[in-house]
């Protein structure tokens, strides 16, 4: 027999135990669901294919392969690096151009669960603008940084973050896998806390519902699944102009430094601070500021149950 005693702690499977969900919808006014998306343990991402006529649906396609074909993946072992992470990256960035001519392109993001000295992190990935959020101890960061016309316009101050979402060059990326010049992907590397929520979505849900609502739903609807669903029947009843996809994704029993599986203290915070791994701006909007409410919310949207299908 090869099977460990269950009372043995594996190498590569510390206490965590992670629990998702996830799901992936057309929209309303798109012939084709270009997204494509993985959810296996320890590798959760999303990729926004663009170019129509199904190129784009071949490149995000062709991204998500790239990654499924890590070796970790078949073993579960949470020894993947940005720059393991970054060659499959390069190999997906080839073969799109490949297989489109350079016409088509996608945006990738995601976390990917790793171990560094006995600690589980999550290391966030992005090219483009779909988008990794993480609700911890309460607090609601978006970790990636979009690669985006309108995100420079706001890094330099020239619009807010209010006029972004209605700016008309809101969909142009300036990074991207399989097109331009701009191919390399950012690396966040944050330690997972118990309790810990990851959200990674495409641009079809953060089109439609503001970080208020997203955060709502996230803080109101235990499981991942409902999580996941709720939320892509939010931007459903907001309009579904885009492919809309949703990973969540939670940690428990997150092993403290000693090495024991805590669930209600908060275990020592690791050597990485979140300040040295989040962008400061983005970090102190994301905890300090209250998130603004939208005009005229429906308060049935708390319950999380899909039961306003009539709208
Ligand atoms: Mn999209």
Known sequence: MNQQPASVPSTFEPGLRLTYGYG???????????????????????????????????????????????????????????????????????????????????????AVVVEQMGMPYWLVMNIGDSRTYRLSKGRFERISVDHSEVQ???????????????????????????TGDETEADFWLLPVEEGDRVLVCSDGLTGELSDADVLRILSTVGDPQDAADTLIQAALRNGGSDNVTVIVVDARNVLNDAGTATTTAPRQRAG????????????????????????????????????????
Not at 59 to 85: D, F, K, N, Y
Not at 161 to 176: K, S
């Open 24 to 110: 992936t919808d057309r929209g309303l006014r798109r012939e084709l669901n270009e997204d494509s998306y993985i959810a296996s343990d320890p590798v959760f991402a999303v990729a926004d294919g663009m170019g129509g006529h199904e190129a784009g649906e071949v490149a995000s396609g062709i991204c998500v392969r790239a990654l499924a074909a890590i070796p970790q993946l078949a073993t579960g072992e949470r020894s993947v690096t940005a720059a393991v992470l970054q060659q499959y990256l390069v190999r997906a960035d080839s073969s799109i151009r490949e297989a489109t001519g350079a016409r088509a392109g996608t945006t990738l993001t995601g």
């Open 272 to 311: 990485v601070e979140e300040a040295d791994t989040l962008p400061r701006e983005q970090a102190a909007e994301a905890s300090t500021r209250p998130l603004p409410q939208q005009d005229g919310e429906p308060a049935e949207d708390r319950s999380g149950e899909s039961h306003d299908g009539r709208h």
């Open 152 to 178: 420079e316009l706001v890094d330099a101050g020239e619009i807010t973050a209010e006029e972004a979402t209605v700016h008309p060059r809101r969909h142009v990326v300036t990074r991207a896998l399989g």
